[in-house]
């Protein structure tokens, strides 16, 4: 019914949702190897957006461009995404667990789990080592987000949130699997999902200067340019 891609695809998908579901326990359990690796995944999610996200929106650009079904850069997705989370985020109190926050963590978060899983299903790669790779760093980043949602809302992210999330990740599988992925839904999905990463990292993930972890964050970005150059060659 599926090729081998689409199984490894889901495979992926899969394990990524494990991060919603066991991310607070972990928290608890191992506080300080948490904050390590919530600085570690900011630097993945940068890394990942400027070496891989963003060049690849400028091929489904081009692409789209050359066969006149879409006039316009798809950056511009890219910068909607961005500009909504970043705007978004900077008129709120951070600390702050009322009904505005929540609604606006759900919607967001919720739709940027539903894209990542679309992009992940749309992958052309037949190799399981580059599943391996490209799982660990979209693990790796969404340990982060999980992170910051514990601290910003404890009591609805160790409960519905978490399975909200997994549900997520599975509609965009369904996505994934009936789009064409010369479509313009994958191709829309793609940009969006670049400018959200990089609010994600910028805004949301990375803490004040002074409290984080440098070197986690720096090895991050060193470590999304090695499964960059993995999973592309």
């Known amino acids: 019914m599926f090729d081998a ?3 490894l695809a889901i495979t992926s998908i899969a394990v990524i949702g494990t991060v919603h579901v066991f991310c607070v326990s972990f928290y608890r359990r191992f506080p300080a190897l948490a904050g390590w690796l919530s600085d570690f995944s900011s ?30 850069s798809l950056f511009g997705y890219s910068l909607l995404g961005f500009l909504i989370y970043y705007l978004l985020e900077a008129n709120r109190d951070m600390g702050a667990d009322n009904r505005l926050s929540l609604g606006l963590d759900t919607a967001a978060l ?3 789990n539903c894209l990542l899983a679309v992009t992940v299903m749309q992958a052309t790669a037949t190799s399981p080592e580059l599943y391996v790779i490209g799982t660990l760093a979209y693990s790796l980043h969404l340990f982060g987000v999980n992170i910051y949602l514990y601290k910003t809302h404890p009591g609805h992210m160790s409960g519905w949130l978490r399975v909200y999330f997994v549900a997520s990740l599975a509609v965009g599988i369904l996505i994934g699997l009936n789009a064409d992925k010369s479509s313009m839904i994958y191709s829309i999905a793609t940009g969006l999902t670049g400018g959200v990463i990089i609010a ?3 805004r949301v993930k990375l803490p004040n200067r002074s409290s984080m972890n440098t070197k986690a964050l720096l090895i991050g970005v060193v470590f999304a340019a090695f499964a960059v150059v993995v999973t592309r060659y």
């Open 5 to 7: 891609s689409t199984y």
């Open 43 to 72: 630097g993945i999610g940068l890394g990942y957006a400027f070496l891989f996200l963003l060049p690849k929106i400028g091929e489904l650009s081009d692409g789209l461009a050359a066969s006149g079904k879409w006039e316009n």
């Open 110 to 112: 919720g739709t940027y």
């Open 200 to 202: 994600l990292s910028l």
